[in-house]
């Protein structure tokens, strides 16, 4: 079946550094993709999403990168600061679906 | 305005006991989810509803039933719990758009 898949499950950066976040999906018809965060002990939170007409989106501190050739989504934090140490999930979901498909997740520690 | 809350938050049950976890939203959604993550998981779904009186089945449904009698409140039954079962339990929401809205979770312990 189709998936959202991620290359790396953890990844620790230092404080005030980039981080940059990958996913692969594999469905080439998805038109929507989500990234959420998920503190320890709390529900996924929305951070930002992207549409499939686009290539970039950004946020406050974050942007969101597509790359519909390879497939590819990434999430860049700017500045990392202690607070963003999370869980990130990216989700994707199909043209007329009901459902979002959620990637396995990557672990982000910060490093003081 | 409270957003999605979950109820309990944390409970244990005994293989073979049941019981009901309640989603309640007060954003009007049309859409609601139940999910379960398990550790170093992603989430994944359990049923779903497009709307008042409907529900549907997603990824994985054994063992659970649902039911949407209110707009507002989304149910999972478990009618005979499995250690299997054990599992962070997730609900919900969204409306036109495609973000979906998550609740705090419920935390189940199935001895």
């Known amino acids: 079946g189709e998936s959202v898949g991620l290359h790396l499950p953890t990844l620790s950066v230092q404080e005030g550094d980039n981080s940059i976040i990958n996913c692969a999906y594999s469905?080439?018809?998805?038109?929507?993709f989500i990234w959420y965060k998920q503190e320890s002990g709390k529900g996924p939170q929305f951070i930002i999403d992207i549409r499939s007409n686009m290539d970039k989106r950004q946020g406050q501190r974050v942007t969101v990168l597509l790359n519909k050739t390879v497939k590819h989504l990434s999430l860049q934090i700017a500045a990392t600061q202690p607070g963003d140490s999370a869980v990130y999930f990216c989700a994707e979901t199909l043209q007329g679906a009901q459902k979002l498909v959620f990637g396995q997740g990557t672990r982000l520690t910060i490093n003081p | 305005n409270a957003g999605v809350t979950q109820t309990p938050k944390f409970r244990v049950l005994k293989t073979g006991q049941s019981m009901t976890l309640l989603c309640a939203q007060d954003m009007n959604h049309e859409y609601m989810y139940w999910y379960r993550q398990d550790p170093g998981m992603g989430l994944r779904l359990i049923h779903y509803?497009?709307?008042?009186?409907?529900?549907a089945k997603g990824e994985v449904p054994d063992g659970y039933n649902v039911s949407r009698l209110k707009k507002q409140n989304f149910l999972l039954g478990l009618e005979s719990a499995a250690p299997s079962q054990t599992s962070v339990y997730f609900c919900?929401?969204?409306?036109?758009?495609?973000?979906?809205?998550f609740g705090p979770g419920t935390r189940l312990l199935v001895l």
């Open positions: 469905n080439s018809a998805s038109d929507y």
């Open positions: 919900a929401t969204r409306q036109g758009g495609k973000t979906q809205y």
């Open positions: 509803s497009v709307g008042e009186g409907t529900t």
